[in-house]
C-alpha cells in the first residue's frame, strides 16, 4: 500500500469508527458531518505526498485543497502532523522500520527553514482552528522570522501537535504506535466500508490512549484546563478493554460531549498520524 493510500486508510478509520466528542459515521457533531472529513482526505491526499515538496508547500497545498474541498477546517492537525511524515516516508522507503522512518522524520524536521514557516502559517490562519488566540512571539497571523521547527518550539508547551515537531513526533511512537495491538491491519477497512469490530477496537484503544495520557489542546483552547482534566479522568474507564465501543456507555459519552460542544479533535489528529505511521511501518504493525 502507497504511503497516500495508508493516509487514506487512515482518515477513513477516523470517521468510520465512533471515537467520543469526535464527528463519525454514527454521529455528526461541531456542525460537521463525517462526508466532509472524507472529502478533505481525498482532495489533501495529492499535494500532502507530492513528490519533492516541502513540509511547508505540503502543508499548504494541503489546506488550499481542503479548504475547495470541504469549505471548513476538518484536518489542520492531522496535516500539520503528516506532512513531516510524508516527507520522511519518501526519504526512506515503503515499510521502513519504525527506527528508521523515526531517524528520517528527525532528519526532517531538523530541515525545516523559514519558508516552511512562512507556508504553514498562512495555512493555519486560513484554517483558523477555535480558540486559537494570539502569541506573544512568532503569531500565526504575523510574519514568521524563525524556522518552521523553531517557532513550534515556541508554542510546544500549550500545543501538542507543535510539540511534536519538538520531540521528533515522539508521542506518535511512544504513546500511539504502543496503543495499537499487534498484528494490526490497517488495510482491513478501505473508504466507503465499515470497520470491522477488531480494526475498530484498536483505533479506539489509540483514541483513548491519547485522551487519557495528555490533555487535549483542542479541548484546552476552547474550554480551559479543567475540562480537559475531567475528559482525561473520564477516558481511564474504558483502559484496558479490549472493546471499548461494546460498552453501551462509550456511545453516550460520545453524545454527551458533542452536546456539550467538547471536540477532542488533538487526540484524533494525533490518531490519525498514528494509523499513517503504522501503514508505513509494515503491512502488519507487530508493536514495540
Known amino acids: 500500500m ?21 464527528v463519525s459515521v454514527f454521529s455528526a457533531g461541531h456542525r460537521m458531518q463525517a462526508q466532509q472529513f472524507v472529502d478533505s482526505a481525498r482532495a489533501a491526499a495529492a499535494p500532502l505526498f507530492e513528490p519533492g515538496a516541502s513540509v511547508g508547500q505540503r502543508i499548504e497545498a494541503a489546506m488550499d485543497a481542503t479548504w475547495r474541498a470541504a469549505g471548513c477546517n476538518t484536518n489542520l492537525g492531522i496535516l500539520l502532523l503528516c506532512a513531516p511524515i510524508a516527507a520522511a516516508a519518501e526519504r526512506e522507503g515503503a515499510h521502513a ?15 525545516l527553514d523559514v519558508d516552511d514557516a512562512r507556508a504553514a502559517y498562512r495555512a493555519i490562519a486560513r484554517a483558523n482552528p477555535g480558540g486559537l ?9 504575523d510574519e514568521p522570522t524563525l524556522a518552521l521547527r523553531e517557532a513550534m518550539a515556541l508554542a510546544a508547551g500549550r500545543d ?16 500511539g504506535l504502543r496503543a495499537l495491538s499487534p498484528g494490526f491491519v490497517l ?18 484503544r489509540v483514541f483513548l490512549a491519547y485522551l487519557r495520557l495528555i490533555p487535549d489542546s483542542h479541548i484546552v483552547r476552547k474550554h480551559g484546563e479543567a475540562v480537559a482534566h475531567t475528559v482525561m479522568t473520564a477516558a481511564q474507564r474504558w483502559h484496558g478493554m479490549a472493546e471499548p465501543g461494546s460498552d453501551p456507555a462509550f456511545a453516550a459519552w460520545d453524545e454527551s460531549l458533542k452536546a456539550r460542544g467538547i471536540n477532542p479533535g488533538t487526540s484524533a489528529d494525533l490518531t490519525v498520524a498514528t494509523l499513517l505511521l503504522a501503514g508505513l511501518i509494515a503491512p502488519v504493525w507487530h508493536g514495540t
Open 160 to 175: 501538542t501537535i507543535a510539540r511534536q515537531y519538538l520531540s521528533g513526533h515522539a508521542d506518535l511512537f511512544d504513546v
Open 2 to 22: 502507497s504511503p497516500r493510500d495508508c493516509f487514506l486508510r487512515a482518515c477513513w478509520l477516523d470517521v468510520a469508527v465512533r471515537k467520543p466528542g469526535n
Open 133 to 141: 488566540g494570539n502569541a506573544p512571539a512568532q503569531d500565526v497571523h
Open 97 to 111: 522500520s519504525a527506527a528508521a522512518l523515526r531517524v528520517a522524520l528527525e532528519a526532517v524536521l531538523s530541515a
Open 187 to 204: 488495510m482491513e477497512a478501505g473508504s466507503g466500508e465499515p470497520a470491522g469490530d477488531a480494526t475498530a477496537a484498536a483505533v479506539q
